[in-house]
């Protein structure tokens, strides 16, 4: 297995939740090293916004208008989150079906290519619900969030494990400076994933996400590719 042709063993691949506006702060980041990322999206609640309460701060919660999404996220993937981000273990089949495939519906119009991708809402996973999306929808991979050690390629698709949530600033960067130096021999996955309105929780965050940025970028020897590119 080589990643889309190209002669390399590893790849890295971000993922990145709810459709916010903060988006847009990251992807100029991601663009200027390089690097793609897969952005899961709620087609319903598109063009909403509230204000969290996150760490003693006020934090923008604001959606991307639909009109915006195709432009926002050109170069980069969109996948489903579902329509309106409930935990999709507590409904039935369905509701499960519904959620998914409307969505992926919804914003293969928006972006006019077919969605494939999902990241799971609210985190929730498990087989039966797995097992529904993989039977009933044209989603070919789900991302959990439960994060893993291992670099090496999944089986399961419908219940893929990332590697590193992007607040845990140590673990990315140690994580990063170990893929960097690893000398493949079978193909390797680096998968980070997390939510961009985070960022805004502390006044170095952004910072800290450009130093990993920098540092897992522009390595001959590694392909960088949304999720759909590295996992299909």
């Known amino acids: ?14 993922s990145y939740d709810d459709g916010i506006t903060q988006d847009i702060r990251l992807i100029e980041l991601l663009n200027k090293y390089g690097l793609k990322c897969t952005f899961n ?4 609640l598109l063009g909403t916004g509230i204000t969290l ?26 996948a489903v989150h579902s329509l309106t981000h409930p935990d ?41 619900t797995a097992n529904i999306i993989k039977e009933n929808t044209g989603v070919k991979y789900c991302r959990t969030v439960t994060d893993v050690d291992s670099f090496d390629p999944q089986k399961n698709l419908y219940r893929f494990k990332p590697n590193v949530y992007h607040l845990d600033f140590d673990r990315m960067m140690k994580m990063g400076k170990e893929f960097v130096e690893l000398k493949a021999d079978k193909p390797q996955i680096f998968y980070i994933w997390g939510h961009s309105y985070e960022m805004d929780y502390g006044p ?13 970028s522009n390595k001959d020897d590694i392909f960088y590719g949304t999720n759909a590119e590295v996992l299909l």
Request: proline share 3%; hydrophobic share 40%.
């Open 204 to 216: 170095d965050y952004w910072i800290k996400l450009e130093e990993f940025l920098e540092l897992i």
């Open 88 to 128: 999709l273990t507590t409904l039935d089949e369905a509701e499960i079906i519904r959620q998914v495939e409307q969505d992926r519906l919804n914003l293969s119009s928006l972006v006019g290519y077919d969605v494939v991708g999902m990241a799971y809402p609210c985190g929730p996973n498990d087989d039966r």
């Open 53 to 78: 309460i996150r760490e003693g701060l006020r934090i923008a919660h604001y959606k991307i208008n639909p009109e915006d999404v195709k432009e926002i996220y050109a170069g980069h993937e969109v």
């Open 1 to 14: 297995m080589l990643f889309k042709d190209q002669n390399k063993l590893k790849a890295v691949t971000f």
């Open 41 to 44: 999206l709620n087609s319903e």
